[in-house]
């Protein structure tokens, strides 16, 4: 049984619709009945070349975009990472228990490494931090996409090797991966995710205008059209996908239904799905947009994190002052 769960997201680009349905409205989902804790994590944002002013806007975006999207601050302890440094010092301490070999097999290091010319040490470390973010609140669960898969794999290993070391003491957190949306792909290129690095018109953000959203949606990549029992081809799956998410939220699965059938005698029209995609996704991202407005206005999200912050360091403190004994860390605990 999972007890409290932990996840974390970058505050670079925009918010997508992979994000949302392989993330966040789980998280907001979960909020009610498990601990919840939700970190934007700025320090993982620096391990790439980002300009400091652009980086504090889009911290502060994203956090405006997690509450609009249904997250509490309330029932959800939210805040930006760098505002608990403990993440930091926990982060070296379980570098000092990872190998490089682990390190070296990590495909999303591969990914971004290979994106960049300059490749910092940051970079390569970052799977540590990410089980430094988790293990510092002892969470045993972490709802993500399948994109982090690995990540938890590692993350699980840091937690065992640490624990042979010194003492029986984190968790291994388990991934919490939906059956749906884990893994949605990009809509000029169905055959890779859908990530905010690959280009404009790769994903749909949570918050663009409704006339942009249409145009993507409507130039989303699908095939030449397929005959009567032929395999769905992965544009017009992940359509279908996107469709069945949003109208799991609306509650017209009739539209859903009624698509598929088409498909399965060969008379889908691949505009009709579109159309039919875009209007159900606005169902579900209206509300969201003008909640997002309101609360702009508002100027209360930097007391929403500071608070959040000031709940997760209490947490974290006290896993440090734990840790540091156990290590043989610092002259407080001869
Ligand atoms: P990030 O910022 O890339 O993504 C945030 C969350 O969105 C999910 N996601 C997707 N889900 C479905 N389809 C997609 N196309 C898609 N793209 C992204 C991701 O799986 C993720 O759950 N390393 C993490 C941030 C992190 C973290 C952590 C997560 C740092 N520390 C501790 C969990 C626990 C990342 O870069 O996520």
Redesign the pocket.
Known sequence: MITRV?????PTGTLHI??Y???VRNWAAMQDDIESII?I?DY?AITIDVDPTTLRQATLSMATDLIACGIDPEKTVLFVQSDVPEHTELGWILGCVTSIGDLSRMTQFKDKSSKQSFISSGLFTYPVL?AA??LLYKADG?P?????IQ?LELSRRIARRFNSRFGEFFPEPQQVVGEK?????SLSDPTA???KSAGETHYVGVMEPETSIRKKVRSAVTDMGLESGDAMSPGVANLFEILELSTESTGQTDILENLRANFAVGSLMYSTLKDAVFEQLMEILRPIQEKRAKLESSGDVIDMLRSGAKRARIMAKETIAQVRPLVGLGTDNP
């Open positions: 932990f996840s974390g997201i970058q992979g994000n349905f392989g993330a970190c994590v993982h990410q973010d988790i972490v993500v996409g399948e994109d982090q990540h949306g884990a893994r949605i792909m995710k859908m990530s």
